[in-house]
Each structure stands twice: as C-alpha cells, then as structure tokens.
C-alpha cells in the first residue's frame, strides 16, 4: 500500500518572502548540532517537515501554485535537496521559467554521492548556492558533522571553488558558538582561500 501524501504546506512552505522546498528528509550527515534531534523534532514554527515519503517533483510543483509577492525560492527543509538532484534541477527549471529566482541550501557533497562534479549542471537553473563549511578544517567538520566519507571535506571546499564557476553568487555558512569551531579561521578559510562570502549562523538555523 502507497503512503499518505503530505500535505502541501509541507511541501512548500513560507518565512517572511521567501518560498521554501521541503524535497527530501535523507542526510548524507549526522550533525551534533541538528535540530532534527532535538525535543520538538523538524519543525520550523508552526510547520512540521517530518515527510512521509519523498515528495514527486508534479507534488511540489501543485503546491508552488501562488509564486507572487515571494522574492525567492530556496531549496532547504531538514534534509540535502542534492540526494535528489533530478528533482531538483527540474524543479529549478521549472522556476526560472517563471523567472523567480532560487537558491541552494546544501551541505556540498554532492560531488562525493554523484562521484562527479554536478556544479555544472546549476548553471541557468540556481541563481544562489548556500554551503555549509561548518568549521575550518576537517578534523573539526568531521567530529561535527560524522560524514560518512573521511575525505568529505576536501569535497566540500572543492564544491565550493567548482560552484563559482556556474553560479552567480556562492556563500559558506558555519554555526558562531559551536564548541571547537573557530568562526574567524571559517571566515578566512570561505574569503581568502575558496573565494566566496562568509555568513556566520546563530545556532538554532538551520536553513
Ligand atoms: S546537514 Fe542539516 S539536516 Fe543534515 S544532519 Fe546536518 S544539520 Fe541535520
């Protein structure tokens, strides 16, 4: 027997304007600092983005009916949007033929699960890409963040560098307050070394 569809303010969802993608509950990591684990599970206020299954991009898209007033729309939710890319990049392509523009929230280890460079495939479809960097070095990332793969931080910065060459704007994110993350050192690792702005996040943000 199929499972129950979400309901569609599941799906979508929006904070201020700003129009959000809810496509997936799958994680490539187990961050200390996720707020899936703690007390009042994935919730961002009222909505709660617990899915019951993965969401068809045809879903999705019936429940972006009202795409007017909204200044963007970001690929986010408690999940990696990049596990699934196909979707995502239709979906993308679906909103810049309505010329909104769209972002990325990923972790950038796409390039490791594809075991290919998929930054190129963003180009005309994802206007900005937000990566969470996490931390400085990759002794700090991998206690934080338990990425399956040993190597997943060099991955990640070479996302990074890749990402500029097909998208017009790329920003690293680390969490300001983490035990043993030292948010100058990541601010000097985005801007000086990859290149890209730096955003620092307050601790229950995940988005
Ligand atoms: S990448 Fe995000 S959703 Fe995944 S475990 Fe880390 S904080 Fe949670």
Redesign the pocket.
């Known amino acids: 027997m199929s499972k129950q569809k979400d309901p569609p303010g599941r799906l979508v969802y929006a904070l201020g304007d700003r129009l959000y993608i809810n496509l997936t509950s799958g ?5 200390q ?5 703690n007390d009042t599970g994935p919730m961002v206020g009222d909505v709660d983005l617990s899915l019951g299954r993965q969401p068809s991009a045809t879903e999705i898209r019936k429940a972006l009916t009202d795409l007017e007033g909204y200044a963007e729309v970001v690929f986010c939710g ?3 949007p990049t596990l699934r890319l196909p979707t995502l990049l239709e979906l993308a392509e679906f909103l810049k033929r309505k010329n909104m523009p769209v972002r990325l929230n990923t ?1 950038g280890l796409a390039n490791r699960v594809f075991r290919r460079d998929v930054t190129p495939q963003f180009a005309g479809r994802i206007d900005r890409i937000s990566v ?1 960097l996490n931390a400085q070095d990759a002794e700090t990332y991998n206690r934080l ?1 338990a990425p399956p793969w040993p190597d997943a931080f060099q991955y990640l910065m070479d996302f990074i560098r890749n990402a500029r060459d097909h998208v017009e704007e790329v920003s690293a994110t680390a969490i300001d307050g983490l035990e043993g993350v030292d948010i100058e050192a990541c601010r000097r690792l985005a801007e000086e070394d990859l290149g890209v702005m730096f955003r620092p996040r307050p601790l229950d943000d ?1 988005g």
């Open positions: 994680c490539s990591l187990k961050c600092f996720c707020l899936k684990n408690f999940g990696e972790d969470s963040c995940i």
